[in-house]
Every structure is written in structure tokens, then in C-alpha cells.
């Protein structure tokens, strides 16, 4: 059967690491080519994109009739693709299944499932081609082979955050994260803004222990994000679409502000598993 996925080998899915000088001299086009992920899911293919940062892979898996198999790119220099890496999904879509070496794992709307280093055979098929699934998937390095486990909403981590009086009323669902699983250092969970609300991750902050990437989806037909990121004194924008991705340094804030209300994943790599690991910018230091 031909697997239909995109080769890693083209420039636009790989993207290298840059320093804070350097993107501060970057115009908008520049910007959206080093950060912006534009293409996550497209039908009956497997998207990837690879950053230099913690050499962490962001990209979707939307399996249309035919089922979709997870192959080692040719960067990866693996021969398949958890070889040396563990991988996080989340389903944004319609209900499908995650074979993982012939364990099948079924997963509704905004649950999610953890693989760990050493699987070999990963396949994705949606249950129904007219409300197909779409398998949101990061992955970072792993020095350790963790169990497989799928985790619902039920099972996740809940917090409520902000107020409508700042407009950053949100539920932050910590699903594959410490705590709820173990993992190497992958992190995931999402965050949805209530009705009315429009921010996110309001006092913004860093971390220079992990970088991050957002997957923004759930935006309204005809509605936008506006994504923020750049040294809390040296700030930038980048205008994202309805389930597209944008890359977080270690050095940046990552925050975003949309023309409605909105759901984003959030997944995060690097030195360490402490979710409130934050440098926190206060709003009025911000430039």
C-alpha cells in the first residue's frame, strides 16, 4: 500500500534554530517562514515539520479512506520512526483508531494517546472518511521507553484560569504531562478560551529550559489569531489561520489574542518536566 507523506527533505519542513538578533532583524515574511507551520493536517497524508529546537517534530496525520503509516523520515537516520523517540496525539477530528505494533487504540475528539521509544509499527485510520479523524502529533528525542497510554479529558489535569473581566477566561486540560503519565520530556495538553474570551497565557512568559510549539484550531470560519512572540522587550506578531502551527524558542514568550474564542495545544520539550517552570513578564514590561 503507497504511504502518502510528506518527505522531510524539502527546506520549508525543516526548520533551524535562530537567535533572538537574528529574528528581531526579521520581516514578516521572514518570520512566518522560520515559525509558522501553515500545513498540519491534509487529506490521506502525513505532515511533518522538524525543528533544531530540542529537535522537536510538530505535524498532523489525516488518515481519508486508506489508513496512514508513521515512517522514519530521512533525518531522523532511524529505521522507523520511535527508534529513538517518544510521540504525543491528540485527535482534533472526527473519532479514529492508533494501531501501535497491534495494540489498537480508539480516540475521540480531544483525547490523547502517548507512545513511547521503541514502537515500531504505527498506523492511523479514522472511523468515518466523511468526518475524518486528524491526529495531531509531536515528538521529541526519548533516552527511555516509556508504556504506551491513552488519556481522556476525564483522565487529564484541570485548571481554570483567568476571568472575563481580562478577557482570558480558559481551561487548561494537562493531558500528557507529569503527573497524569510518565514521559522522557514531551509534554502536551490544551487550552480552551470560554466564550467572550480572546487571550491566552496572560501574564506571558518563557522558559528557557524547553521551547514550545502551539497548534491553533476550533477558530471560526473567517476569524484569526494573532500570535506573540519575540524577547518580552522586543516583541513580534504572527497572523495564524484556523489549525496551524507556530514554533516557540526557549528565549520568546508565546501568547496570542484572537478576533473570537478559540482552542490551542500546546506541547513543550527540553530540560525539564516542571509545568510552572515559567519566567513570567508582567503586561505593562511588555514592548
Known amino acids: ?64 479512506g486508506e489508513s496512514l503509516s508513521l515512517q522514519a523520515t530521512d533525518i531522523l537516520k532511524a529505521s522507523y520512526f520511535l527508534e529513538r523517540r517518544e510521540l504525543g496525539i491528540i485527535n482534533v477530528g472526527g473519532a479514529g483508531t492508533v494501531e501501535a505494533d497491534g495494540v ?8 490523547a494517546l502517548y507512545l513511547g521509544r521503541g514502537t515500531q509499527e504505527v498506523r492511523f485510520a479514522s472511523e468515518n472518511s466523511l468526518n475524518p479523524a486528524k491526529f495531531y502529533l509531536n515528538s521529541a528525542p526519548a533516552h527511555h521507553a516509556y508504556p504506551a497510554k491513552k488519556v481522556t479529558r476525564e483522565q487529564a489535569e484541570v485548571v481554570e484560569l483567568g476571568s472575563t473581566e481580562t478577557s482570558n477566561r480558559r481551561t487548561i486540560t494537562k493531558l500528557l504531562i507529569s503527573g497524569v503519565i510518565e514521559t522522557c520530556q514531551l509534554q502536551m495538553g490544551m487550552t480552551e478560551l470560554q466564550s467572550g474570551s480572546v487571550w491566552n497565557t496572560m501574564p506571558a512568559h518563557t522558559h528557557d529550559r524547553r521551547m514550545e510549539v502551539y497548534l491553533y484550531f476550533d ?37 496570542g489574542a484572537g478576533t473570537t474564542n478559540y482552542t490551542f495545544i500546546w506541547g513543550m520539550a527540553g530540560e525539564n518536566l516542571d509545568y510552572n517552570d515559567m519566567d513570567k513578564c508582567q503586561v505593562t514590561e511588555l514592548r
Open 1 to 64: 500500500m503507497e504511504i502518502k507523506q510528506i518527505h522531510m527533505n524539502k527546506e520549508k519542513d525543516i526548520r533551524y534554530a535562530v537567535s533572538p538578533s537574528e529574528t528581531k532583524q526579521m520581516d514578516t515574511e521572514a518570520l512566518r517562514e522560520n515559525f509558522l507551520i501553515e500545513e498540519i493536517f491534509s487529506p490521506g497524508r502525513i505532515c511533518l515539520t522538524y525543528t533544531l529546537y530540542d529537535r522537536y517534530m510538530a505535524g498532523g496525520a489525516m488518515p481519508v
Open 104 to 111: 489498537t487504540y480508539n480516540l475521540q475528539n480531544k483525547e
Open 219 to 255: 477558530v471560526t470560519e473567517g476569524q484569526s489569531v494573532c500570535h506573540f512572540m519575540g524577547q518580552p522587550n522586543e516583541t513580534r506578531h504572527i497572523w495564524m489561520q484556523n489549525e496551524q502551527a507556530v514554533i516557540s524558542p526557549p528565549w520568546s514568550i508565546h501568547a
